[in-house]
Nanobody, 128 residues
Framework: QVQLVESGGGLVQAGGSLRLSCAAS????????MGWFRQAPGKEREFVAA????????LYADSVKGRFTISRDNTKNTVYLQMNSLTPEDTAVYYC?????????????????????WGQGTQVTVSS
């Protein structure tokens, strides 16, 4: 059974940085795609970034491109989301998700229903 555990959220001032971690366990993830999504109060869950475990290819939402970086550490089975230049609009609960082999097509990778397993989420709050 896949388990995803997020950590690293917190309160930060606008312009600051945070690094989220997602520790994955329960299977071999070499063929998996890992994604980060976020959900702000009263809004739908939205795609943030994704990484293909096998070759490290990445995909970002336009709203975070150039500010956020997704990466993975194969030795630790952990995926990271480095978030820089944070704004109050980045305030949300951030979720880690995983899915098996898929076609690396933007509309597939960025859709939440593509992902089978989810973490419990970690709160990120950016103050102005």
């Amino acid at each position: 059974q896949v388990q995803l555990v997020e950590s690293g959220g917190g309160l930060v001032q606008a312009g600051g940085s945070l690094r989220l971690s997602c520790a994955a366990s329960g299977r071999t993830f070499s063929s998996y795609t890992m994604g980060w999504f976020r959900q702000a109060p009263g809004k739908e869950r939205e795609f943030v970034a994704a990484i293909k475990w096998s070759d490290g290819r990445t995909l970002y939402a336009d709203s975070v491109k150039g500010r956020f970086t997704i990466s993975r550490d194969n030795t630790k089975n952990t995926v990271y989301l480095q978030m820089n230049s944070l704004t109050p609009e980045d305030t949300a609960v951030y979720y880690c998700a995983s899915t098996g082999a898929l076609s690396w097509i933007r509309t597939i990778v960025t859709t939440s229903t593509t992902y089978n397993d989810w973490g419990q989420g970690t709160q990120v709050t950016v103050s102005s």
